[in-house]
């Protein structure tokens, strides 16, 4: 007898037999709104039928009803208030010990609330104050299940557990890991404060109405290490499973990363099933693990890739259980085609192209979807493999595709990122500087804790202001330091930018002098193969700089030796100028070795004060930099703007302030000047002065994207 959705659910979560094996997809809106009208209904529920699946659903994914418990209530000392501003929103806590403040864009963090000791004493003593609270959730699981009538089963998904909140959520885990080993008990008093407290809402999980309830932990070794998790997590996933069950309802836990090395300690409570998109042979270790341990046969899994989902439910091992999988995969492939992209990404054929994940329609031919899920599930070998080879030729046509995203891309200090991801960039600007020469300049001359405390403020007011990409222009033996941006990048999401390349006396070290031009250009070619030593940090770009007039013998030889560079990198160079004769002549040699123009940048070009030299030298192809901006009178800077814009240049133009900076050597880092000008007050005006708004996402966006693109 064929049973419904929820029956079949119900019977493998259950260990019972079942009539066949149960398949599922879970899409969000984005995945949805490719779809036709006709199967956007009901949150995706219309699409989920149309496809033949078994529906499971999390909490009420894509329906308008919600869950209220259980629902955190903090003490009556603590206040909260919150602003949006676009898609930032800024959060804050205040008690009568202190104030906690975080900053969230589209759900991320980009601002930790706890990242000192006394944030972890205020935040311990709110968790002590706190509590969860019940509602009554019958009534919107009544309209939820009346939507979803027999077609699968809905389930209650909270979470994450207090680790992987503080890691998450309120610390990080630069700041989590450097607190607990500074302050381990501080630490251990919050976890174990945090955790009391969730317990009540384990319980109030428990005693909801809803049957199947999914912790979300989110666990990964990239952050969580095994001992960590056999110390913290794993005590706290045990304790949500057995309340879970002594309420006679259904636990499973959802582990959504990088779990090889914690499958011993994953497997020991004893949950119904896991969820999550473990990689390479985590999902089929797991398996094998779980099935020699209490839960036996009822394993649970879930396969996804990006937006798309798609559970296996099955009793089964080994070759049987992937034969079950591949039938699955078939049965989607032949319904929408997400299995076969599933498929073919975990076994490491498939990549996402620069722009995303191609449409489905795009991808699968459309003579597959007419066939049913009966003959999928009777699907040979052959077949199966014939329909996912038309799908990875979809792909392959798709990511064959001409575009400058997919053939250049931008070296940050976390990682290349594609050019349409930079969004608003500042091309010239300083985090750090240290003026005291190439031959004393060291980083035991400054602490990063200390720099990263004072700039990250200054790069949240570029956070607000929608700022995305930051690009440090600080070269070697001026005091760059990789590692004092890196962490800036990972506190406020900013991409970030950095270089190699060398300045000019007295900051060159004394081999600049004796070198060659190739031996030279040899370093910065390592430097952006192997990474800037010790970090191995890539840069993004190149910098130089020359002196004014004619170009002494070792200017001349860094501007070869960047020249050089670019051609075996692809790198963009930017060199500090702001001068015409010295422009000019360092464009005569880049030319000399075969260098186009137009992947030189002339920094401080606003500093020439001829105006038809600023239009030779946009003749010559370069980019001019204007980036004193703010440091003028603003009717000054907007005019020289729009002259460049009027005579038609606007396209190689970029815009920056030369801002900041921590100088090492003074008290508390001197005098930083922020780097919120152009944003704040140029670009306004430039509006209100008749500048189309396509212009000036032209020199904000576009250019700096153009600019700073290296071959992939």
């Excluded at 205040?94 to 991320?108: C, E, F, K, V, Y």
């Excluded at 099955?314 to 591949?326: D, E, F, L, N, P």
Aim: with cysteine; charged share 20%.
């Amino acid at each position: 007898m064929a049973l419904s959705g929820r029956q079949r659910l119900n019977a493998l979560l259950h260990g019972q037999a079942a009539d066949r094996l149960a398949w599922t997809t879970l899409v969000d809106s984005n995945t949805l709104d490719l779809m036709p009208p006709e199967l956007r209904g009901n949150g995706g529920l219309d699409l989920y039928r149309y496809l033949g699946c078994d529906i499971l659903l999390l909490d009420s994914w894509g329906l308008p009803q919600t869950f209220r418990s259980p629902q955190l209530v903090w003490g009556p000392n603590v206040t909260v208030s919150s602003e949006t501003q676009g898609d930032i929103v800024n959060s804050t806590w205040r008690t009568p010990r202190g104030t906690l403040h975080s900053m969230t864009r589209r759900g991320h963090p980009m601002q930790y609330p706890v990242t000192t000791l006394d944030g972890i004493k205020l935040y311990r003593e709110m968790w002590e104050g706190a509590h969860y609270v019940s509602y009554d959730d019958s009534p919107a699981l009544a309209e939820m299940e009346t939507a979803l009538g027999q077609d699968g089963i809905l389930t209650r998904f909270w979470g994450p557990s207090t680790v992987p909140h503080l890691l998450e959520t309120a610390m990080g885990a630069e700041a989590f890991y450097y607190l607990a080993n500074d302050y381990p008990a501080e630490m251990d008093g919050l976890i174990d404060a945090i955790h009391t407290c969730e317990l009540d809402a384990f319980r109030t999980l428990a005693a909801g109405p809803v049957e199947t309830v999914i912790l979300c932990e989110n666990t990964s070794s990239y952050y969580i290490s095994p001992a960590l998790y056999r110390r913290h997590n794993g005590r706290h996933v045990a304790d949500f499973c057995r309340i879970i069950h002594g309420a006679g309802k259904t636990a499973l836990v959802h582990m959504c990363g990088h779990i090889s090395n914690l499958l011993a300690d994953i497997s020991a409570p004893a949950c119904r099933g896991y969820t999550g998109s473990p990689r390479r042979p985590s999902a089929i270790r797991l398996m094998n693990t779980i099935s020699m341990s209490s839960v036996k046969s009822r394993s649970f899994w879930v396969y996804s890739i990006r937006r798309y989902s798609i559970p296996a439910l099955a009793r089964k091992s080994g070759a049987r259980w992937m034969r079950s999988i591949r039938r699955a995969c078939a049965a989607a492939a032949l319904s929408c085609g997400w299995l076969p992209m599933a498929c073919l990404y975990r076994s490491g054929v498939l990549r996402p192209c620069a722009t995303g994940w191609p449409s489905t329609d795009a991808v699968i031919p459309r003579y597959l979807v007419s066939k049913s899920n009966k003959q999928a599930f009777n699907m040979s070998r052959r077949v199966f493999m014939r329909g996912a080879l038309a799908s990875l030729a979809g792909v392959l046509l798709m990511s064959c595709k001409p575009d400058m995203q997919s053939s250049t891309r931008i070296q940050t200090v976390l990682g290349s990122i594609a050019p349409a991801e930079m969004g608003s960039t500042l091309p010239h600007e300083h985090i750090m500087c240290d003026f005291i020469g190439a031959d004393k300049v060291s980083p035991a001359r400054y602490q990063v804790d200390e720099i990263v405390m004072r700039m990250e403020p200054y790069l949240c007011d570029l956070v607000r202001q929608g700022v995305r990409t930051f690009i440090d222009c600080t070269p070697a033996y001026l005091a760059r330091d990789v590692e004092v941006l890196r962490r800036l990048a990972q506190r406020t999401s900013m991409h970030i930018l950095t270089n190699t390349g060398w300045y000019k006396a007295p900051y060159l070290p004394q081999r600049a002098f004796s070198s060659t031009a190739e031996q030279i250009a040899e370093e910065w070619i390592a430097e952006w193969r192997d990474g800037i030593r010790p970090s191995g940090i890539k840069p993004g770009f190149i910098k130089i700089a020359v002196n004014p007039g004619k170009l002494e013998n070792v200017q001349r030889k860094i501007v070869r030796a960047a020249a050089l560079t670019h051609l075996a990198s692809g790198m963009v160079v930017a060199c500090h100028t702001g001068e015409a004769a010295a422009a000019y002549e360092s464009l005569d040699i880049i030319e000399a070795e075969k260098m186009n123009p137009a992947r030189y940048i002339i920094v401080h070009a606003d500093q020439i004060p001829a105006w038809g030299d600023h239009v030779a030298l946009f003749k010559r192809g370069a980019w001019l930099e204007y980036d004193a901006l703010g440091t003028r009178a603003l009717e000054a800077d907007i005019a020289l703007i729009q002259r460049a814009l009027d005579a038609g240049y606007g396209s190689q133009l970029l815009l920056s302030q030369d801002a900041g900076w921590y100088n090492v050597g003074q008290p508390d880092g001197g005098t930083v000047r922020p780097f919120t000008a152009l944003y704040a007050s140029i670009l306004p005006a430039l509006t209100q002065a008749g500048v189309a708004k396509a212009a000036i996402t032209e020199l904000t966006v576009t250019n700096p994207a153009r600019a700073f693109a290296a071959s992939a």
